[in-house]
Structures are given as structure tokens and as C-alpha cells.
């Protein structure tokens, strides 16, 4: 049996019985979650991902084993573990980062029989299937609200890796900020790692210096919040509430539940139904909410926001409707054209109006 780097709050006991019926019996799956940072984070992405964990396993009780490896930086490390995983009997994997794409594109062509999933990731084989939400709605009613409060008119936004996820993110959030206050520009600074405290802090007191009145992040911790309170600015929260990290800044955060989605999926391997389908979820299907808005925003925004929350849950609306020109002056959406699925999954540019670049993957 693996024991490195498993921590779990439950125990799975296996009953031998005595009978052929006994014998007979399947051995409930074995599933596996990796994690990029500690699975008793306060708040953040990981967070969500291990209460989701919790909340399946209990549902299925002893009809399937959930462990978790946490503190996984890179596909590199991930890899000999998955690899070991698999040759100790584990059927299934959720690794909750793209950092661990190759390493579970890797694992797909290994170990052909083994199911696993990427969260946010863009690339699919027989076995291996991905899955998201369309975080980039939830940016887009943070870009309503920053563009109506700033009064600096300069958002800092604290960007994490240049994935396509993250692209959409700050694309959704600008075209937003702009449809309601064309002068409002935003900042970016890079951290190059999803989870990197003192990096996000670095970079969040940077923007404030440059001026930004209102940070956005997508990292997964919650340090610019903290420093958004001491600095006497606003924030909002990424992946969980992040109110208690800064009472006073928080004008709200996205909020990710991704239990029901795991109890689909897992009970999808147990009857044999499983595939590896490109899953992304609306804002409609409540894997993504928006939290509780600050008081301090004003009634007429507050109203607009919750409109905009409306209108997406519905479909009524979407945030890539054209027109919409690249960040380098070509086109891209006509008027009144929506963005494709497969467009937004492999997005790999600014929307023209952002400045500064986006860096390369190393």
C-alpha cells in the first residue's frame, strides 16, 4: 500500500468474508485527488477541491475510497506518484491543477485502464477527460462592479500562469470594466505559480504602489486580500470566500463547489458510464456562485450586479459576445458573434485595450 504523501480524515475498512458471494464482491474504486497546496488551506482554490473530496465521500461511504496527496507543485512531481498510484489498484484520478497536465497525459498512455481528469485543462485522450466552469462569467460580474467603484480607474490584477483559463479570466474582467467605464485600465503583474504567498503579497503591494485602487487575482491564496485591507483598498476573493481576510476591501468573491460534480462523476466510473467528456460548467449549475456583495457598494451598482448575475445564469448574456478586436489590433469577433467553446478553451491572448504581454510557459 502507498503511504507517502497521504493525509485523510477517513478510514476504509475492507470486510473478508467467507462465502464464494463474498469473494465475489468488487473492491470499491480507488480514487485519487491531487492537490498543488496544503488540503487544510484556510481558504482558496485547494479548499474547495477538498471539500468537494469530503463532501463525495460521504456520499458514497465505503463504495469508494478518496484519498488525497496535497502539497504537488509541478507534473514532474506528480508524475512517479500517479505512476505509483496506478500499480497500487487506484482506477481513478482527479488532478485539480493544469500544472499536472503532462504528467496526466503522461499516466494516460501508461496506464490505459486508469481514468483521470484535469481540472481547467485543454487536452483529452480515451482516457483521460478534463473539467472546468466558465470561471471567466464570475470575472466578468467582478469587472461590472470594479469599473463602476474604482476611482482611480486602475485595476491591479495578480495573474498566476498564463493558461488560457487565467487569459479568459482577465479578458472577461476588462471587457466587463470597460463596457461600463471606458476608462479603466488594468494592471498585470505575473507571479508564474499558482500558489506562491509571498510572490501574490509582492505583487499585490506592487500594483497598490503603481496605484490600483481594486485588486483581482487568480492565485490561490489569500494574501492580496489581506494586503487590499491594510492598504485601504478593495479586493475580491478567488475560488472561496475570502470576506474574513479583509472585512473592510472584499466587494465579493466567486465561490466554487465542486462536490456535486465529483458524486456525478464518481458514481458515472462505478456504473460504467464514465467518459472522457470536456466538462464545463455555467454559472447556472452553481459549481461557481458569487458570495455576498460589500455593503459599501453603491445601490445602483449592487443592482446592476445582480442583474448581470441574472442575465448569465440564464445564458441570457455572455461575456465574449463581439465586437471584440485582439490585443495586436486583428480581428477576432464581428458584431453580435459569441466566442466558440473550443475558441475559449485554447485562448491565448489579450482582447485589445490591456496592455503589457503575456509571458511564456517555461
Avoid at 485588486?215 to 475570502?242: K, N
Avoid at 464545463?280 to 461557481?288: D, F, H, W, Y
Avoid at 485554447?346 to 503589457?356: A, C, E, L, R
Wanted: hydrophobic share 40%; proline share 6%; no cysteine.
Amino acid at each position: 500500500m502507498i503511504r507517502f504523501f497521504v493525509r485523510t480524515g477517513f478510514i476504509f475498512l475492507t470486510y473478508i468474508g467467507f462465502s464464494a458471494a463474498n469473494a465475489q464482491t468488487p473492491e470499491p474504486p480507488k480514487i485519487a485527488f491531487f492537490y498543488i497546496s496544503p488540503a487544510d488551506d484556510l481558504t482558496g482554490w485547494t479548499k474547495q477541491h477538498e471539500r468537494g473530496r469530503r463532501a463525495a465521500s460521504a456520499f458514497f461511504g465505503p463504495k469508494a475510497q478518496l484519498d488525497f496527496f496535497d502539497n504537488i507543485p509541478d507534473s514532474e512531481t506528480a508524475l512517479p506518484l500517479a505512476r505509483a498510484l496506478a500499480q497500487d489498484g487506484y482506477d481513478m484520478f482527479f488532478f485539480t491543477s493544469i500544472v499536472y497536465q503532462d504528467a496526466a497525459i503522461n499516466l494516460s498512455f501508461e496506464y490505459p485502464e486508469v481514468k483521470a481528469e484535469v481540472a481547467t485543462g485543454f487536452v483529452r485522450t480515451n482516457n483521460l477527460g478534463t473539467y472546468s466552469a466558465r470561471f471567466y462569467e464570475g470575472r466578468y460580474v467582478h469587472g461590472v462592479i470594479a469599473g463602476l467603484v474604482t476611482n482611480s480607474n486602475k485595476i491591479g490584477y495578480i495573474a498566476s500562469l498564463p493558461t488560457p483559463e487565467v487569459l479568459r479570466g482577465i479578458n472577461a474582467a476588462f471587457l466587463a470594466a470597460r463596457s461600463v467605464n471606458p476608462d479603466v485600465t488594468f494592471d498585470i503583474v505575473w507571479t508564474n505559480s499558482y500558489y506562491n504567498p509571498d510572490r501574490e503579497e509582492q505583487a499585490a503591494l506592487q500594483l497598490v504602489q503603481d496605484g490600483a485602487d481594486i485588486l483581482m487575482q487568480a492565485t490561490y491564496t489569500p494574501r492580496p486580500m489581506q494586503v487590499a485591507e491594510a492598504q485601504g483598498i478593495y479586493a475580491f476573493g478567488w475560488a472561496s470566500e475570502m470576506r474574513e481576510f479583509g472585512p473592510t476591501a472584499s466587494l465579493t468573491s466567486t465561490i466554487d463547489h465542486w462536490g456535486p460534480y465529483y458524486i456525478d462523476r464518481i458514481r458515472a466510473l462505478i456504473d460504467g458510464r464514465w467518459a472522457p467528456n470536456e466538462n464545463v460548467n455555467s454559472m447556472g449549475s452553481n459549481t461557481q456562485i458569487i458570495g455576498r456583495l460589500s455593503e459599501t457598494i453603491p445601490n445602483r451598482v449592487t443592482l446592476l450586479a445582480l442583474e448581470t448575475i441574472a442575465q448569465l445564469r440564464k445564458g441570457e448574456i455572455h461575456p465574449f459576445t463581439g465586437p471584440i478586436r485582439r490585443q495586436d489590433g486583428t480581428g477576432w469577433l464581428a458584431a453580435n458573434e459569441t466566442a466558440t467553446e473550443s475558441e475559449l478553451l485554447t485562448m491565448n491572448f489579450f482582447v485589445d485595450g490591456i496592455t503589457g504581454i503575456i509571458p511564456s510557459i517555461e
